[in-house]
């Protein structure tokens, strides 16, 4: 069995370890690739407070792995699992390191694959060996999905500075309509997804939604002041539910002066 007592991990160069601040956990970066946003973290927290729990999560897109790590430490229990699914290499190991780090190898796995392969295979258990993977798929499949997806569709928007934050940010192999199907795939029947996005992309999103059987359930939008117009938007799905869609109040992130708003400092659990 593999141990988690005093691991020291290696940071090489460009790499630094940040206190994400949620039940002291740490997380192993490169900021010149990609670091994780409030998008992130606010998805995390949205998930958490609608599905109240769960046995078996996967992270679609996960990239250094914080959505998991947030997530376990909101609504996890002692048999709680979750898998991350990323398709970049390094992002899987940083995300494999920071597992180790938080003495948590054994209720977080992270896998590399490409959430296009996994939307179009014929089967997902056989998509990934890994244990968790395995243990959703012979339970149904997953209780909960969360995905953080490139934003910005193939073609489109000024490319980002370096390949690891234009792969974050743009559709490369997978789009989003790849990612919605993966998610149906894998999660069992009235199994949760819960998904960070633009606004701008709302039609598209509920049109794949409802083609691959993924009823959107809940909707917050998020403005960057109140009284600003919405630049995020959250949804939370079910597989197979029923036709009835719940608004919740906007949610700021700032709060006019500058500074996190008191409910985004609740969601950091700074207050």
């Not at 959505?67 to 996890?76: D, E, V």
């Not at 699914?85 to 938080?102: K, M, P, T």
């Not at 743009?170 to 789009?175: I, P, Y």
Request: net charge negative; proline share 4%.
């Amino acid at each position: 069995m593999e141990t988690n007592i005093e691991f020291s991990p290696i940071v090489r160069e460009g790499e630094r370890i940040d206190e994400i601040g949620f039940g002291g956990y740490k997380l192993i970066q490169k900021p010149e690739e990609f670091c994780y946003g409030v998008d992130a973290v606010i998805l995390a927290d949205f998930a958490a407070s609608i599905c109240g729990g769960y046995r078996y999560a996967a992270d679609l897109g996960t990239g250094t792995g914080v959505i998991p790590f947030i997530l376990h430490h909101k609504a996890g229990s002692g048999d709680s699992r979750c898998f991350g699914l990323d398709f970049n290499e390094g992002s899987v190991g940083l995300a494999r390191e920071s597992s180790r780090l938080n003495g948590l190898c054994e209720q977080i796995h992270f896998g590399c694959g490409d959430i296009a392969e996994l939307a179009g295979c014929a089967s997902a258990k056989a998509f990934a060996e890994d244990g968790v993977w395995q243990g959703a798929m012979e339970n149904g499949g997953f209780d909960v999905v969360t995905s953080n997806p490139p934003y910005f569709a193939k073609g489109s928007a000024i490319p980002a500075e370096g390949a690891g934050k234009f792969r974050a940010r743009h559709e490369t192999t997978a789009d989003l309509d790849g990612f919605l199907q993966a998610a149906a795939k894998i999660l069992k029947r009235r199994g949760q997804l819960f998904l960070v996005h633009r606004p701008s992309r709302l039609v598209d999103i509920f049109e794949s939604c409802r083609r691959c059987r993924l009823e959107p359930k809940t909707i917050r939008f998020v403005v960057p002041e109140a009284g600003q117009a919405p630049n995020i938007v959250l949804i939370h799905c079910v597989l197979g539910g029923g036709r009835e869609l719940k608004y919740l109040p906007q949610l700021a992130v700032y709060d006019g002066r500058g500074s996190y708003s008191r409910e985004i400092q609740k969601i950091y659990e700074r207050i």
